[in-house]
């Protein structure tokens, strides 16, 4: 751990923010014996916001597009990753689209697992876009050093992350710090106009709900063109990393990684979190050794404080029907979240005829930019760490074939992150063993419901 200056908790203003930033910037310029240039932004449009992007695949190099796309004051000055590959894509890449708010020098290209720390002290915002385990450390570690957050879903993977973010979301809070998290339906104005109705109680009372997420496998990184592409054989490690999609620890499974986004709409309607879940879920047709340890369909009923219930779906599964909607059922007619249609009593469409509706990507960066420079309340970490947990909820009881309630789940401290992975070199992290290997023919355990235990 560092031993930078923490400021003192309560609200921050505009103005003692800058202060509190420099403080951090100085502090963690000792720690990582970087240089930090002045730590100015806020008030007018003219500060510049300067960014730091902590993993630069697909998502992480779109939403810094988003985010050097919100003015003209803002740039790229660090960037973390541990491939160096997907590093030089995608600084190639958003360089060749935002040539002068490029501006990451060599000294702050960070590589390996614990380069986020250094990236995060070069910067006032930081977008968090690895793979969904690292992001409880790194969300927490941005905190501590002070600094304006856009995170990726899902926040955790598991019971101890998720408390973890929890609490580094009420210091952000005391910090006055700005937190974006990538669940972009809530930037969406055709979701926005829906909800508004469903509060309003245009469908009457809810009393229940239906969400999908049914596709095909997303990507597969198979040992074999990965051990043609090093010309080597990989640790265990590295390979899951590479493929990180089909191991707990880094991704979740595919409920939490994918099914999150409606799981997160279900939460929105009903204002909070689920209090219990049981499930089904097993691996029927997308077998072998390169897809690791997760399930290829899941089918959960959450339960609500108000008894109303959400029949949730998620499914990788190939030739079969495929959906990714949301749906609410009321007393007073049912609603098509995602198609943002009602039927009922007060039935109504969604049309956006005067075309005000951004794209949501683009929209939850201009959200979130407004709020740091217009200095208003902005803390999306708590709603995405509730919404996240429901889908570790929905795998605790799809993995075990158990019910399970919130209360116990969160009783488990279920922790899958590999230990110490941040404090050593990259040789020796990629030497540490995962929570997963495996066995001599190369497959992976699954969970076994009825056997396996949740905690
Ligand atoms: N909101 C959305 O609609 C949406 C869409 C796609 C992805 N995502 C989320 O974005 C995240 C990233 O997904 P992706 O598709 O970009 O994956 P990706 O594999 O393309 O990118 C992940 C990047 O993180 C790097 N990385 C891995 N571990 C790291 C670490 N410890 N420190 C620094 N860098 C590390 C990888 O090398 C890679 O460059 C996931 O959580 C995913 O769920 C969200």
Redesign the pocket.
């Given at each position: 751990m560092s031993n930078l200056i923490v400021p003192a908790s309560g609200p921050v203003t505009r103005r003692s923010f800058f202060s509190t930033s420099t403080k951090f910037a100085a502090g963690a310029a000792a720690l990582s014996t970087l240089p930090v240039e002045r730590f100015v932004h806020g008030a007018s449009p003219g500060d510049t916001i300067k960014i730091a992007l902590?993993?630069?695949?697909?998502?992480?190099s779109g939403a810094a597009d988003q985010a050097l796309s919100t003015g003209e004051s803002v740039k790229l000055v660090a960037v973390?990753?541990?491939?160096k590959d997907?590093m030089d894509g995608s600084l190639a890449q958003l360089g060749s689209k935002h040539k002068n708010k490029v501006q990451v020098k060599d000294e702050n290209k960070f590589m390996g697992?614990d380069?986020?720390k250094k990236a995060i002290a070069q910067a006032d915002l930081v977008i968090l876009?690895?793979?969904?385990g690292?992001r409880p450390m790194q969300f927490e570690e941005a905190v501590r050093q002070g600094k304006h957050v856009f995170m990726?879903?899902?926040v955790c993977v598991d019971v101890a992350g998720y408390k973890k973010v929890i609490a580094a979301a009420a210091e952000a809070k005391k910090k006055n710090l700005k937190v974006g998290v990538?669940l972009?339906r809530h930037h969406q104005l055709g979701y926005l106009e829906t909800m508004k109705r469903l509060h309003d109680g245009e469908l009457g009372e809810i009393q229940a709900m239906r969400a999908y997420w049914n596709g095909n496998t997303p990507w597969v990184k198979t040992r074999a063109s990965l051990e043609q592409q090093y010309g080597r054989k990989l640790t265990e490690l590295e390979y899951q990393?590479r493929n990180?999609y089909y191991f707990v620890w880094v991704c979740g499974d595919h409920i939490c990684?994918q099914h999150i986004?409606n799981l997160d709409v279900i939460n929105w309607v009903k204002r909070g979190h689920p209090v219990k879940a049981r499930g089904n879920g097993g691996c029927e047709t997308r077998k072998g050794p390169d897809y690791g340890e997760i399930f290829d369909h899941h089918v959960v009923e959450f339960t609500y404080e108000d008894g109303s219930v959400c029949f949730s779906q998620c499914r990788h599964q190939l030739g079969c029907w495929n959906d990714v909607s949301e749906h609410a059922i009321g007393t007073k007619g049912v609603c098509n979240i995602s198609g943002h249609t009602i039927r009922g009593e007060k039935s109504w469409r969604f049309r956006d005829d005067a075309k005000k509706a951004k794209n949501p990507y683009q929209q939850e960066h201009d959200d979130l930019f407004a709020a740091i420079r217009n200095d208003t309340p902005y803390n999306e970490a708590e709603y995405g760490a509730n919404s996240s947990m429901t889908s570790v909820l929905g795998r605790m009881a799809t993995y075990s074939g158990k019910e399970i309630t919130w209360d116990k789940a969160l009783e488990s401290n279920l922790d899958t992150m590999v230990k110490g992975i941040d404090q050593v070199p990259w040789e020796q992290a990629i030497r540490l063993t995962p929570p997963s290997v495996p066995g001599s023919d190369g497959m992976y355990k699954l969970a076994v419901p009825g056997k396996t235990t949740f905690g």
């Open positions: 902590v993993g630069m695949g697909g998502r992480g973390a990753d541990v491939h997907r697992f380069a986020y876009a690895t793979p969904p690292f990726e879903k899902p990538g972009q990393m990180w990684e986004h």
